[in-house]
């Protein structure tokens, strides 16, 4: 919802607000809004008016605005559209109850709708603070028109609550009066809000307000067509996709898929790659497809890969630092050694990676001393009976190489990929009658400790000639 609220805003030059609504204090977490600005911050969905920043409609947590909203409380109180309602919790859960075992309509039977505290309190299921409730007219309107819909029809409600107990308003009073104080001229919202406009509307016409314009967006898919759920599918975290290593950028676009036509070029092809800026840029609300689409994680992997290779590599190296801090390959503030290592290591593996989270694993090797390298279990496996053999030669052919000269490293050393592949390939390819696709597996294993690793011939070059050897001897030794 952000990012087509975010796009549209864009485009007609208006103001993007972020307000916290907090006044379901049972669900109340306090590291929730930290994590808001963190994950859209992450994504450049930036606001423009919001409590981290403030803006001329502040505060902007609701929790802070509890002496706005009770005027407006009053007023539908005072015009009879609202009521006080002392009924216990529990009395509640046995009238709906009896209401499900019946097959009656569920709602609140207004019990005390009418009654002052005086007359409710000789009743059973009596609370001493009391809640206010709408009353809900026969005639309300159940229809109303969606600016990505049309016209769209939604369920009769009941009388639904609107202050609670604790003095804090719920969801559909705060929203309500905020957006009226706010300015908001369009409300961007899931599907699953339809069945709670019309109350809405109603709150807006007894209070005499102009109603913004609504846009309810559809509900992400699983693959099998069910609804997304948190608990059941972590793909509806957006912290998530940055730990699994996903570009923000990448998810941006994907997101707008999901909702939205690709882009067209001169042309009229479709271009499923394209910036939020060229999003906002053509964003129109009747291109938004209401049914609800497929998460499909495949097109997200690709579009990932896309942008990973369309990065400069020295921005690439640093997208990848986070990921190989966590991983303990590399610490805080690495040396400038380091940073010109990782930057020739990511040359070799940006177009092999699909997430950022891939990069501990192959960038690893040229951070840990040679001595501390370890051979993994199915690299070691698939060593074939000629291995040292193959090792052999390559610590003869490689000790030859004149590790003196101009470097293209900068080293002052001769050693570069093309004279060891030279090398290599003429003393096991020609020299042992090997296979090329086969003669380079146990030199790679000793290389990285790994079944799959970055291009060998490339990555002796960047370890050096005195690693490289090294590392040939310790695997043939272990042989």
């Given amino acids: 919802m952000s990012l087509f609220n975010l796009a549209f805003a864009r485009q007609q030059g208006g103001q993007f607000v972020l307000r916290v609504e907090d006044t379901d204090r049972a669900r109340f977490r306090e590291d929730s809004e930290a994590q808001l600005y963190d994950m859209l911050g992450w994504l450049g969905l930036h606001w423009d008016e919001g409590p981290d920043i403030g803006g001329p409609y502040a505060p902007y ?3 802070e605005r509890l002496d706005t909203y009770r005027p407006y409380v009053e007023r539908l109180i005072e015009s009879g559209h609202a009521y006080y309602c002392w009924c216990s919790t529990e009395r509640l859960a046995q009238m709906r109850d009896v209401q499900q075992k019946t097959k009656q309509p569920t709602g609140y039977d207004r019990l005390c709708h009418g009654k002052t505290r005086e007359e409710r309190a000789a009743l059973p299921g009596f609370s001493e603070t009391p809640v206010v409730r709408m009353l809900i007219p026969d005639d309300a309107p159940l229809v109303f028109e969606d600016v990505i819909r049309g016209t769209v029809s939604a369920p009769r409600p009941d009388d639904q609550v609107i202050l609670k107990a604790d003095g804090f308003p719920t969801y559909h009073m705060a929203v309500v009066v905020d957006d009226h104080e706010m300015g908001i001229t369009h409300v961007v ?13 109603l709150l807006y016409r007894w209070l005499g307000l102009e109603a913004p314009k609504f846009a309810h967006m559809p509900l992400l898919r699983n693959t099998d067509k069910s609804k997304i759920s948190k608990r059941k599918n972590p793909a509806a975290r957006l912290t998530w996709f940055r730990e699994q290593g996903y570009l923000p950028e990448a998810l941006v676009n994907f ?9 067209q070029d001169a042309e009229g092809n479709d271009v499923e790659v394209f910036s939020f800026d060229d999003f906002s840029r053509t964003f129109d609300w009747s291109k938004v497809n209401p049914i609800g689409p497929i998460f499909d994680l495949k097109k997200l992997d690709w579009l990932n890969g896309v942008y990973i290779r369309s990065l400069d590599v020295g921005e690439f190296a640093s997208r990848l630092l986070p990921y190989l801090e966590e991983a303990g390959v590399l610490f805080g503030n690495p040396s400038l050694g380091e940073l010109g290592r990782l930057k020739l290591v990511a040359e070799l593996i940006q177009t092999r990676m699909a997430h950022l989270t891939e990069a501990p694993a192959l960038v690893g090797p040229f951070f840990v001393a040679d001595d501390q390298l370890e051979i993994a279990d199915d690299a070691r496996a698939q060593l074939k009976e000629d291995s040292p053999r193959v090792l052999d030669a390559a610590l003869h052919a490689l000790g030859d190489i004149d590790d003196h000269g101009p470097g ?3 080293t002052g050393s001769a050693w570069h990929a093309p004279v060891i592949e030279a090398a290599l390939r003429e003393a096991i390819v020609d020299g042992l009658g090997i296979k090329p696709k086969f003669a380079f597996g146990p030199l790679r294993t000793a290389v990285s400790g790994q079944r799959i690793s970055p291009p060998l011939f490339e990555s002796m070059e960047i370890l ?3 690693s490289t050897l090294a590392r040939l001897r310790a695997l043939r030794d272990s042989l």
């Fill in 61 to 63: 947590r609701q929790s």
């Fill in 189 to 201: 919202r899931g599907e699953e809000w339809i069945s709670s406009t019309p109350k809405h509307i």
């Fill in 408 to 410: 293209v490293l900068g």
């Fill in 255 to 263: 997101l707008a898929l999901l909702a939205y036509p690709p882009q």
């Fill in 464 to 466: 050096g000639k005195t």
